[in-house]
């Protein structure tokens, strides 16, 4: 069961991706309500990813003695995929602080502090929310040594 942690990780930034993209639909649309439930639903899948790659990582530690999978392509696409990890990496560090920061600033309707910070928030969340799915394929599938 824990070896598919990596298709779940996959899925659940998936699914965060668009939970983030119907919350942005709605705050445009003017649907508050629609708009905070969508964000709290991918904040919640963002958290539960968390928690899973956390245990990807364990078991990982647990069965290879490594916390990493090795990228088995070659030649320009080994570049390519270390740029979109460093990238993905490098600011997924940052959404956990950015989302709580944003989500409380709306929960209080402090709306023009909200609406500052989540100029920053949702391009970065949603990089590492799309990212995460590329780095899962490029790892997993279409790199993978059989």
Same mark, same amino acid.
């Given at each position: 069961?824990?070896?598919?942690?990596?298709?779940?990780?996959?899925? *659940?930034?998936?699914?965060?991706?668009?939970?983030? *993209?119907?919350?942005?639909?709605?705050?445009?649309?003017? @649907?508050?309500?629609?708009?905070?439930?969508?964000?709290?639903?991918?904040?919640?899948?963002?958290?539960?990813?968390?928690?899973?790659? *956390?245990?990807? @990582?364990?078991?990982?530690?647990?069965?290879?003695?490594?916390?990493?999978?090795?990228?088995?392509?070659?030649?320009?696409?080994?570049?390519?995929?270390?740029?979109?990890?460093?990238?993905?990496?490098? *600011?997924?560090?940052?959404?956990?602080?950015?989302?709580?920061?944003?989500?409380?600033?709306?929960? @209080?309707?402090?709306?023009?502090?909200?609406?500052?910070?989540?100029?920053?928030?949702?391009?970065?969340?949603?990089?590492?929310?799309?990212?995460?799915?590329?780095?899962?394929?490029?790892?997993?599938?279409?790199?993978?040594?059989?």
């Amino acid at each position: 069961m824990l070896e598919n942690l990596p298709a779940v990780n996959a899925g *659940l930034n998936a699914i965060s991706t668009v939970l983030l *993209l119907a919350g942005f639909r709605f705050i445009r649309a003017k @649907k508050i309500q629609a708009h905070r439930r969508m964000m709290i639903s991918a904040f919640s899948v963002s958290m539960i990813f968390l928690a899973c790659y *956390l245990l990807h @990582k364990w078991h990982l530690v647990q069965t290879t003695g490594s916390f990493n999978t090795t990228f088995q392509g070659t030649g320009i696409w080994r570049g390519v995929y270390f740029f979109i990890l460093i990238t993905h990496v490098l *600011l997924a560090i940052t959404v956990p602080v950015l989302a709580t920061i944003t989500i409380s600033r709306g929960l @209080k309707m402090n709306v023009e502090k909200h609406r500052r910070i989540a100029r920053i928030t949702l391009p970065i969340w949603l990089y590492v929310s799309v990212t995460g799915v590329v780095v899962y394929f490029m790892l997993y599938q279409w790199f993978a040594v059989a």
